[in-house]
C-alpha cells in the first residue's frame, strides 16, 4: 500500500514555506504522493452541491486561498527528489487540451518523471458558466481532451480530429520522461467516473470512498473493463481518507486499493471553539490528532485574512499552527511506514497572544534535534 497526502495548496498550503515544509516533511517520512486540487474561481453564494459532505459545501469559506494546482508542483520538483507529483484533481472540461499536455509534461521533464495527472470532469456548474464552457457538455469534453492530450504525447507532429477540439499536424515539445505519458488518473465518486477510468485511464480516484460505495464503484470499474476486453489490473486504484488506522488500510487493500491519500494534518476542534462547523467537519482533524507542522520563518503569512477575521491567530484558546511546537509522531493517524511529525502547541506558545513565530533557523534546528 502506498500513502499520498491531498488539498497540498489548500489554505496556508498556498503560501511557500508551508507547502515546502509539508512536501519536504512528506518525502522524509515516505509517502509516495502529494496532490493538488483545483478550482480556477468560486462562485460567491453557488448552489451547486459539493459532493463529498454532507451540506454540499466546500470546506471553508468561499475566499480561502486555492492556488493553482500544477505550478505548485513543479515548485516541489525543484525541493524534492523521489515523491511522486499529482493533480487530485485538475478540472479537464475547463482546459484546452494542447495546454495540458504542455503544461504537464513540463512537470515531467522537471521532476524526471514524477508527475501524475489525475483529472476530474467537475462539479460546480457556476464555475463552468463563469468560463464560458457549458456545464452538460462536461463529459464529453473530458473524454475527449484525454484522448487528445495523448495524441500530443506520441512522438513526431500529430493531428486531432473531434466534436471539440480539432487541429492539422502540430508538434508539442518536450515529450514526457515517462513514456507512452504522463499516467492519467481519472477522479470521480460516480459510475460514469468509473466507466471513464476503465475505457481511459491509468487508474482511478474515487475521493474518500467508505468501503460500501468504493466496492460498488470497483464492480462497475471491473464490468466495464471486462466489456471492452482490458484487464483490469493495468488500473491503479487510489482513494482518499481523512484518518486511516491499519485496519481501514487492511479494508481498502482487500478491496484492490493502492494508494489511500489523506488530508493534510491540521487542528483540534476542540482548541479552536470559535471556528465554523464546516471546518471541523471536513477533518483537517478529528479531536484526537495532533497539530499540523508548519517550519515557518517571521515573514510566513501565518494564515488568510479570513481565518484572523474569526480568531484563529491569537490568544490561548487558538494557537497559530504555524508557531513552533513540541513535536509528536502520530502513529495513530497513519501507519508507523508512513508517519508524518505534527505539532502541538507548547504552553508556551498558547499563552503568547499574536502571532510570533521562531525563526526559521530554530525550527530546522529543532526538527533535526528530534529526528537524531
Not at 44 to 69: E, F, I, Q, T
Not at 124 to 139: H, K, T, V, Y
Request: charged fraction near 25%; include cysteine; aromatic fraction near 8%.
Amino acid at each position: 500500500m502506498k500513502f499520498g497526502v491531498a488539498f497540498t495548496n489548500a489554505g496556508p498550503l498556498a503560501y511557500p514555506e508551508p507547502f515546502a515544509a509539508l512536501v519536504r516533511t512528506a518525502e522524509e517520512c515516505g509517502f509516495d504522493s502529494v496532490w493538488t486540487v483545483e478550482h480556477v474561481v468560486v462562485p460567491v453564494g453557488y448552489k451547486s452541491r459539493y459532493p463529498y459532505s454532507a451540506d454540499g459545501r466546500m470546506p471553508g469559506p468561499d475566499d480561502v486561498p486555492l492556488s493553482d494546482p500544477l505550478i505548485p508542483l513543479a515548485y516541489a520538483a525543484a525541493i524534492t527528489e523521489r515523491i511522486r507529483l499529482g493533480t487530485g484533481i485538475l478540472i479537464l472540461p475547463q482546459r484546452h487540451p494542447a495546454y495540458v499536455a504542455k503544461e504537464v509534461a513540463t512537470l515531467d521533464v522537471l521532476s524526471r518523471g514524477r508527475a501524475i495527472l489525475g483529472i476530474g470532469a467537475g462539479w460546480l456548474a457556476e464555475e463552468f458558466a463563469a468560463l464560458g464552457i457549458p456545464f452538460e457538455e462536461r463529459g464529453p469534453r473530458t473524454d475527449e481532451a484525454i484522448r487528445a492530450i495523448r495524441t500530443l504525447w506520441q512522438p513526431g507532429p500529430q493531428s486531432f480530429e473531434g466534436k471539440f477540439f480539432r487541429w492539422d499536424p502540430v508538434e508539442s515539445n518536450p515529450k514526457p520522461v515517462q513514456q507512452p505519458g504522463v499516467p492519467i488518473v481519472v477522479g470521480g465518486h460516480s459510475i460514469p467516473a468509473a466507466k471513464r477510468a476503465a475505457r481511459l485511464g491509468d487508474g482511478f480516484f474515487p475521493a474518500f470512498g467508505e468501503p460500501a460505495a468504493l466496492a460498488r464503484l470497483l464492480d462497475a470499474l471491473r464490468t466495464e473493463c471486462a466489456r471492452i476486453g482490458r484487464n483490469q489490473t493495468d488500473i491503479e486504484i487510489t482513494t482518499g481518507a481523512f484518518t486511516v488506522d491499519a485496519d481501514t488500510v487492511a479494508r481498502y487493500a482487500e478491496l484492490g486499493v493502492h494508494r489511500v491519500v489523506i488530508a493534510p494534518p491540521g487542528f483540534r476542534p476542540r482548541q479552536h471553539p470559535r471556528r465554523p462547523a464546516s471546518f471541523r467537519r471536513h477533518g483537517h482533524a478529528s479531536s484526537d490528532q495532533a497539530l499540523v507542522i508548519f517550519p515557518a520563518s517571521p515573514c510566513t503569512p501565518p494564515f488568510p485574512r479570513h481565518h484572523r477575521r474569526q480568531g484563529r491567530t491569537r490568544g490561548a484558546r487558538t494557537a497559530t499552527p504555524v508557531s513552533g511546537g513540541e513535536i509528536i509522531p502520530t502513529h495513530k493517524l497513519v501507519p508507523p511506514c508512513a508517519c508524518m511529525f505534527l505539532t502541538r502547541p507548547s504552553a508556551e506558545t498558547t499563552r503568547t497572544r499574536g502571532t510570533s513565530q521562531p525563526p526559521a533557523a530554530r525550527v530546522r534546528k529543532r526538527l533535526r534535534r528530534r529526528r537524531e
